[in-house]
């Protein structure tokens, strides 16, 4: 995929692509983070039909008014009415588009990709999460991780995800497929029977293969996620401790130590080893 990935998750499936995402109903935003742009469904407006029709009867009672007074003061009466007409019917689809559940149209191109499967649309999210809460811990890691290559290589480890799923999830169907022909009352010794089965081996050991690769880049963005946030938290507790060490010195008198706190330098290079992993992930 490219430089930028673009993510939608709606109520039937989660679209992946390196372009901007389309919506066959309702109606979605996009918050960027880096080269991650997440099309985010709204909910329905929740407006019914006559609702919508009392809405669009007051806008057009108001324009049919100052069409009759353009037209009288000399104005072309049709192309008065006919700029009413076509703001009514704005306001109109944009409302019955609203009221409408979210649902992203499917992509025709080959880089895109899309997960259908309950399985494989909850990995996705589930790492969509985690990569949120990586770039989270991004601001107070200043010094130690580049956000620049960091974003790359989040961005890049989710769009290799979304291959790999999309690769599971065809497998999927086709180990059904051929769990039904196994079970199909023909003998043991047909030679269709024997050819199913060398198939269904082989399907099985891509199917782990994937499930592999899956959960190695799953397992990358998580441990980013967590090395940050522990550093960060361990950070925080180092802070409380010296404050806490000053705070009694100065009510009980006694001399500060020179070094207090947990020594955190040991910890930044478990940070980086966590991104180094992300990076080759």
Known sequence: MGTELHAGIDFEKVVVSPYPLKVRSGVACR?????????VPRAPSGRSREERVTFAARIALPLLFVSAVLAASGFSWWLAVGGSAALVGVVWRRQAKAAQEAAFAVPRDDESRVLWSVPERAAFAGALEASQRVRRTWPALDGMVDPVLADRSLTRALGELAEVLGRRQELRRLREELADVWDADIPADSPARMAAELQRARADEVWREAGDAANRILGSIDAAARAGES?????????????????????AGVPAAVESGPDLAGRTEAVIDAYRDLARA
């Not at 938290?233 to 010195?249: C, F, I, M, P, S």
Request: glycine residues 4%; charged residues 30%; aromatic residues 6%.
């Open 31 to 39: 918050e960027r983070a880096g080269s991650l742009n997440v099309f």
């Open 231 to 251: 550093f960060i938290r361990e950070r925080q507790v180092a802070a409380t401790a010296r404050h806490a060490e000053r705070t009694l010195a100065r009510v």
